[in-house]
């Protein structure tokens, strides 16, 4: 099945620095790359995604690039703000939405924006 | 519109005793999922269902059974919980272009 890593755990960046966040995965018939947003008790929230058939998307302060050869995907966040702060997940699926398989999570990042 | 709900929020159960944790969607969405949580692990599939009255084992099914009891609803029961289940489980639901979660639910295991 798939294996995805996420890279660093921890990211500790001062408001207004840029965080970027890496990620590999294993199955190269995955074609979906979203990225998840969670706040402490909440829900994991879709920030943004990419699919195959593109390298990169934007969107205002974030953006994702995405690298099939070599299997990894990043997500930038440039001029951080205080409620940045969070933990963000990037996951993997062959299929838009999870499919059958579901998502395939990374273990996590914590981003705190130092003021 | 409130998207994913799940009840209840909190919950605390002695090891051996069952219950069911609750999840609708009204989103009129096919698709839903069942995950788990558990301290630096990113979230683990353990039920998803294609549809009313389909489901199908993800990567953690042991020891939890789901029902999918109409298009909204979809429940996770554990029949005699055990400390290893303590964690926090999200349900989620699809369009079939993104996964919507809950706000999950904290269960505790004595």
């Known amino acids: 099945g798939e294996n995805v890593e996420q890279h660093p755990s921890t990211l500790s960046v001062q408001e207004g620095d840029s965080a970027v966040i890496k990620c590999t995965y294993s199955?190269?018939?995955?074609?979906?790359f979203p990225w998840y947003k969670q706040e402490l008790g909440k829900g994991p929230q879709l920030i943004i995604d990419i699919r195959s058939n593109v390298g990169e998307k934007k969107d205002q302060r974030i953006a994702v690039t995405l690298n099939k050869t070599a299997k990894h995907f990043s997500l930038h966040i440039t001029e951080t703000q205080p409620e940045d702060s969070a933990v963000y997940f990037c996951a993997a699926s062959k299929y838009s939405g999870g499919g059958a398989d579901g998502l395939t999570f990374g273990k996590g990042t914590h981003l705190i924006i130092q003021p | 519109n409130a998207g994913v709900t799940q009840t209840p929020k909190f919950q605390v159960l002695k090891t051996g005793q069952s219950m069911t944790l609750q999840c609708a969607q009204d989103?009129?969405?096919?698709?839903m999922y069942w995950y788990r949580q558990d301290p630096g692990m990113g979230l683990r599939l353990i039920y998803y269902s294609a549809s009313e009255g389909t489901t199908d084992k993800g990567e953690v099914p042991n020891g939890y059974n789901v029902s999918r009891l109409n298009k909204r609803e979809f429940s996770l029961r554990l029949e005699s919980a055990a400390p290893s289940q303590t964690s926090v489980y999200f349900c989620?639901?699809?369009?079939?272009?993104?996964?919507?979660f809950g706000p999950g639910t904290r269960l505790t295991v004595l």
């Open positions: 989103m009129n969405h096919n698709s």
């Open positions: 199955d190269s018939a995955s074609n979906y």
């Open positions: 989620a639901s699809t369009d079939a272009d993104t996964q919507y």
